[in-house]
């Protein structure tokens, strides 16, 4: 064999190899950057879950606490309406809604939504008991509404269930967000 065969074979065969070499490597980079792109998504749904499950702990009945207002002595079971009836502005549910706020578009949309109607429901709850002039009129309020609290809190709970059970389906979710923004048309 001559000289130039000899190194012509040798850079075709470098040159075959580089490439499948550069081929491979590329498709390995493609996949590690899918898989660490995954993984903020999912730290990221995560945190929204925590934050919707931040909001569920403070509404979550407990055992019944003894409220004492001008006289009256009453035993509830509903948490957090009865342990803070004059809702200040610094509360742990604003600080809860603000949470899941900031990490509502890593969610579901029916989590979304009956999250937002819930935090509504509160919200026009807390209005309408900030006319009473008692706790414990506000405390029988809440408690004649708190079966509709009680039922989203259920659902709420039961898609938040649903939630995490796909929580690992990165594509589903991406597929869900795209079907989500084609269906908004711009104003």
Request: glycine content about 2%; some cysteine; aromatic content about 10%.
């Amino acid at each position: 064999m001559e000289f130039s065969t000899i190194l012509t074979s040798s850079l075709i065969a470098a040159l075959i190899s580089a490439s499948i070499s550069a081929w491979v490597s590329f498709i390995l980079k493609n996949k590690d950057y899918r898989n660490e792109y995954f993984k903020k998504i999912i730290d990221k749904r995560i945190k929204a879950i925590e934050s919707v499950e931040q909001i569920l702990v403070i509404f979550s009945p407990l055992a019944p606490i003894e409220i004492t207002d001008a006289g009256e002595r009453k035993k509830v079971a509903f948490a957090y309406l009865v342990r803070n009836p004059e809702w200040s502005g610094e509360d742990e549910y604003a600080q809860a809604v603000q949470n899941f706020s900031a990490s509502i578009m890593w969610l579901g949309l029916d989590l979304r939504v009956k999250v937002r109607d819930f935090c509504g429901l509160i919200n026009m709850m807390r209005d309408k008991a900030s006319k009473f002039d008692t706790n414990i009129e506000k405390i029988d309020f809440y408690a004649e509404n708190y079966l509709k609290l009680a039922e989203l809190l259920m659902r709420i709970e039961l898609q938040l269930s649903n939630e995490m059970a796909v929580l690992y389906d990165i594509d589903a979710f991406v597929r869900e967000r795209k079907k989500i923004h084609k269906s908004i048309t711009p104003v």
